[in-house]
Nanobody, 124 residues
Framework: QVQLVESGGGLVQAGGSLRLSCVAS????????MGWFRQAPGKEREFVAA????????YYAESVKGRFTISRDNAKNTVYLQMNSLKPEDTAVYYC?????????????????WGRGTQVTVSS
């Protein structure tokens, strides 16, 4: 069983920055791929970024590439999402997810544990 708790969301003006954190329970965190997804009202949950177990490989949606950075600290069981140059279209609930087997997945169905989400609102 893995429990994930996100934090760091909030209201920010366009062009601003936020850093999301996700703390995971469990001793095998360092073995998991971790991902960030987001869901805007009336839209499907979409892939944002993912990171492999060591942090040596990262993956991004085209819409956030160059603006967002995913990282992890296995000693703290924490994964981060640094979001810069935020746009109003980045407004969504952001979810942390873990994938306990297999390699990279860009699909929400590839992740078997989820946090409850943190709201990010970007004003224009």
């Amino acid at each position: 069983q893995v429990q994930l708790v996100e934090s760091g969301g909030g209201l920010v003006q366009a062009g601003g920055s936020l850093r999301l954190s996700c703390v995971a329970s469990g001793r095998t965190f360092s073995r998991y791929y971790m991902g960030w997804f987001r869901q805007a009202p009336g839209k499907e949950r979409e892939f944002v970024a993912a990171i492999n177990w060591s942090g040596g490989s990262t993956y991004y949606a085209e819409s956030v590439k160059g603006r967002f950075t995913i990282s992890r600290d296995n000693a703290k069981n924490t994964v981060y999402l640094q979001m810069n140059s935020l746009k109003p279209e980045d407004t969504a609930v952001y979810y942390c997810a873990s994938r306990t087997s297999g390699g990279i997945s860009y699909s929400r169905y590839g992740y078997n544990y989820w946090g409850r989400g943190t709201q990010v609102t970007v004003s224009s």
